[in-house]
T-cell receptor, first 114, second 110 residues
Framework: NAGVMQNPRHLVRRRGQEARLRCSPM?????VYWYRQLPEEGLKFMVY????????ESGMPKERFSAEFPKEGPSILRIQQVVRGDSAAYFC????????????FGPGTRLTVT | EDQVTQSPEALRLQEGESSSLNCSYT??????LFWYRQDPGKGPEFLFT???AGEEKEKERLKATLTKKESFLHITAPKPEDSATYLC???????????FGRGTSLIVHP
């Protein structure tokens, strides 16, 4: 049973470009969470999605950031017009529908904005 | 607002030297406390969930315990491969969104 998959693992973007991060949850999991991790700040929640629905986006910046989890295909975290402050590790986690307290994380995407 | 404080920030042990990591929390209605292990450059790996005070769980050299205010992760006779950052998180109320602590970086020397 494959774990949570994220790609790309490393992404370099210039300021002003768009970054698209993809996450495929574990088989049988229908809940997806995105987190951002900075070295001095720890893991910060961004958004919680179920298929075709955003359940909680209280941790998402109001501008430039968006997320989706379509009926088919992976969840996508999209960052428009990236700035240097967006450089971080972005992790996706998934959980099964019957127990959403236990989350299983992917390997992360390390975004570097130059 | 939920708060999670982990201590110490960093811990160095000799192989075989048992110790404990602390996770203090403040929540309104604990739904679960979680421990994760994170290796450099990797995602957090789920270890345990504890739901109520008095509960204990074990996995190999690790044992997690829970009281109403804190959780301990006991490491018995650690090995160098136990070196990692250990993260604690809590979920409360009706939310499925955990709040994470900043972690304890553990280094076990051979």
């Amino acid at each position: 049973n494959a774990g949570v998959m994220q790609n790309p693992r490393h992404l370099v973007r210039r300021r002003g470009q768009e970054a698209r991060l993809r996450c495929s949850p574990m088989k049988g999991h229908s809940h997806v969470y995105w987190y951002r991790q900075l070295p001095e700040e720890g893991l910060k929640f961004m958004v919680y999605l179920q298929k075709e629905n955003i359940i909680d986006e209280s941790g998402m910046p109001k501008e430039r950031f968006s997320a989706e989890f379509p009926k088919e295909g992976p969840s996508i975290l999209r960052i428009q017009q990236v700035v240097r402050g967006d450089s971080a590790a972005y992790f996706c986690a998934s959980s099964p529908p019957h127990d959403s307290y236990e989350q299983y994380f992917g390997p992360g995407t390390r975004l570097t904005v130059t | 607002e939920d708060q999670v404080t982990q201590s110490p920030e960093a811990l160095r042990l000799q192989e075989g030297e048992s110790s404990s990591l602390n996770c203090s929390y403040t929540v309104s209605g604990l739904r679960g406390l979680f421990w994760y292990r994170q290796d450099p450059g990797k995602g957090p790996e789920f270890l345990f969930t504890l739901y109520s005070a008095g509960e204990e769980k074990e996995k190999e050299r690790l044992k997690a315990t829970l009281t109403k205010k804190e959780s301990f992760l006991h490491i018995t006779a650690p090995k160098p491969e136990d070196s990692a950052t250990y993260l604690c998180a809590v979920a409360s109320g009706g939310s499925y969104i955990p709040t994470f602590g900043r972690g304890t970086s553990l280094i076990v020397h051979p």
